[in-house]
Structure formats: structure tokens, C-alpha cells
């Protein structure tokens, strides 16, 4: 165990058995430089986890001296004899979190062949799960990078929907990766939200007659407008429901003359700017929007069906939408 304090100068050693020599030996062993305690942290991935759990566990050594040196994207035995070899020139633990069985074995081999002390994080942990979940390990580096990008962008991308929800800032709809329109109580907004719980920037935009088309959807490219219809008689149910809910007056919102208005007002502005229609009679959100995210995915050949789910963003992509 190491035991450093402030006070510590450093000094020059030779290893134990080792003479000094005068002129440069391959085949001796490097030269040690004692001070500060250097802890590599290892990983396949970022190492942000790991660096974490050092530094809440150096906490409890009040006045150490340390230096925390983080060596990510570690993937192959060539590049762990690196970080072993520079490891053992000074006073050093290596802290690695390798999901990798072989390069977990390569660093345990490195370590004890330059004497360095090494401690494995993650190996123990994957075997304890694999015995109890009777489950292999993927071995897999930076799933769980990856799985927090997936959680941020679906975070984002509710926060986006709410943002525009009925046609609220109609001058950001170019953000948007996926719009859909129709009249009111066609489910916009619940498909506009499953969308987004599954990492997609959607909006929506309300289809009414007495109001223009705004430039910005005008713009857009259509076959990323989808224009949600209904049967008049299923329509005119929901609109009822809401009616009563609302207190709204029925001649104009509840009737089957307003509803077949805003249906007729829909159909012809989908067939003017070519946009996709979908009928949802009696179906549910789910079933809505699988069947937009197929269209939106679908490839130029027949092939499997795409997920469900938005893709995450590569780092630092943002959430600009696919190309068009």
C-alpha cells in the first residue's frame, strides 16, 4: 500500500537488486521516480464512472497526494502494455473497468510481468451477475455510455413535444424530425408524445380552416408530415366527449357539418403539399405510431421491419433531424 503526504520529496531509487550504471542497458529495468501517486484509470469506454468512484473514495485520505490520469477507448493488448509500461516508471495503480475477459486477463498479465498493482472493477461485478442471472455478458465497451445518450435525447425530445404541442412556435418547426397535423381530436398530441418518450423530435400542428398554413410547415419536407384522419362518425364521439368536458358550444366544434368540414380541409391540404396520410379509426397510439416510425425508417429494399424507438444521436450530434 501506498502512503504519500504533503511533506514527501520526491528522490531517485533503483529497483530492488539492480545496480546503477553509467551507460543506457536495454535489459535493465526502467528507472522508478517516487512521489506522487499516479492512479491510471482504464477503461474501454470514457472511464468517467470509474474516475468517479476514485475520487469519492480518495475523500477519506485527507492531505494525499494524488494525480487521477484517465486513459479511455482502451480496446486493444497493444495499447494496455502501453499504459502498463508507462505505469511502471513511477509510483502508480492502474483501476480499470475492461469489459473485455481477454483484455481483463492482457492487463492481469501486463501488471504482474512490470510489477505494477493493478485492480479490476469490473470483472468481478460481470461474474457475480453472470452466475446469479445465469446470463453472458455481451462484453460489449460503452453500452452504458450509450444507454445514458439514449436516456438524455428521450428526455430532450418530451421536452421539445411539450414545447410544440398544438402548434405552439411554429418558427421552430424545422428542428423537428417528424410533424404530424389534422383536425382537432384526430390524437396528435398522444402520438406526438409516444414519439417522443421513444427519442424522437416530433411537433404538431392543427389543421383549422380559418387559419393559414404556417410558412415553416409550408417549408418542410412532406414525407415528414404525417396528417392524422378519422372516420367523421369516430371523430364526431370525441368531439362530443371533449364538448361536454369543455363546455364548448356543439354547432360549431361538435357537428357532424364541422367535422366533415375539418376532415375536407385536411384531405385537400395533405394532397397540396404531399403529405402522408394515416387513418387512425379505432386504432391505438401504439399501432399510430409504428406505423410512422416504418414509414419514416423504411428502407429503399423490402426488409425487416425497423424499431420502434429513435436511434440515439451519435456524441455531440444534437438532435438534428435525418437527412431528407
Known amino acids: 500500500m501506498y502512503h504519500f503526504h504533503r511533506d514527501s520529496q520526491p528522490a531517485h531509487v533503483q529497483r530492488a537488486g539492480c545496480e546503477p550504471t553509467d551507460g543506457a542497458d536495454e535489459t535493465a529495468p526502467p528507472e522508478v521516480i517516487v512521489g506522487m501517486l499516479k492512479i491510471f484509470v482504464v477503461s474501454d469506454a470514457t472511464g468517467e464512472t470509474a474516475e468517479r468512484v476514485v475520487q469519492a473514495a480518495l475523500v477519506q485520505f485527507e492531505g494525499a497526494e494524488t494525480q487521477i490520469i484517465r486513459r479511455g477507448s482502451i480496446r486493444s493488448v497493444q495499447q494496455i502494455t502501453q499504459v502498463v509500461g508507462t505505469a511502471a516508471r513511477q509510483p502508480a495503480l492502474i483501476l480499470h473497468t475492461l469489459v473485455s475477459d481477454e483484455l481483463r486477463r492482457h492487463m492481469l498479465s501486463e501488471a504482474r510481468r512490470h510489477g505494477v498493482d493493478s485492480m479490476d472493477l469490473m470483472g468481478p461485478i460481470l461474474d457475480r451477475l453472470a452466475r446469479h ?28 413535444a411539450f414545447r410544440h404541442d398544438d402548434g405552439q412556435r411554429v418558427d421552430e418547426l424545422p428542428q423537428a424530425e417528424v410533424i404530424l397535423v389534422g383536425a382537432s381530436r384526430t390524437m396528435k398530441t398522444p402520438t406526438m408524445l409516444y414519439l417522443a418518450y421513444r427519442g424522437w423530435f416530433a411537433a404538431n400542428v392543427p389543421l383549422v380552416p380559418e387559419l393559414p398554413v404556417p410558412d415553416s410547415l409550408r417549408g418542410y419536407p412532406a414525407k415528414r408530415v404525417f396528417c392524422l384522419l ?16 369543455l363546455d364548448l358550444p356543439g354547432e360549431d366544434y361538435a357537428s357532424m357539418t364541422a367535422v366533415r368540414r375539418d376532415l375536407r380541409h385536411a384531405q385537400r391540404l395533405a ?25 419514416l425508417l423504411a428502407p429503399a429494399e423490402p426488409g425487416p421491419a425497423p424499431a420502434l424507438r429513435r436511434p440515439a444521436a451519435r456524441a455531440g450530434s444534437g438532435h438534428a433531424r435525418r437527412g431528407t
Open 271 to 295: 394532397r397540396e403539399f404531399g403529405w402522408r396520410t394515416i387513418d387512425a379509426t379505432g386504432r391505438s397510439v401504439e399501432e399510430i405510431a409504428q406505423e410512422i416510425v416504418m414509414l
Open 133 to 160: 442471472l445465469q446470463l453472458t455478458p455481451r462484453e460489449k465497451p460503452g453500452l452504458f455510455q450509450q444507454l445514458g445518450e439514449a436516456r438524455q435525447r428521450e428526455i430532450e425530445a418530451v421536452e421539445f
Open 230 to 245: 378519422m372516420s367523421p362518425n369516430r371523430l364526431l364521439e370525441l368531439r362530443h366527449a371533449r364538448a361536454r368536458y
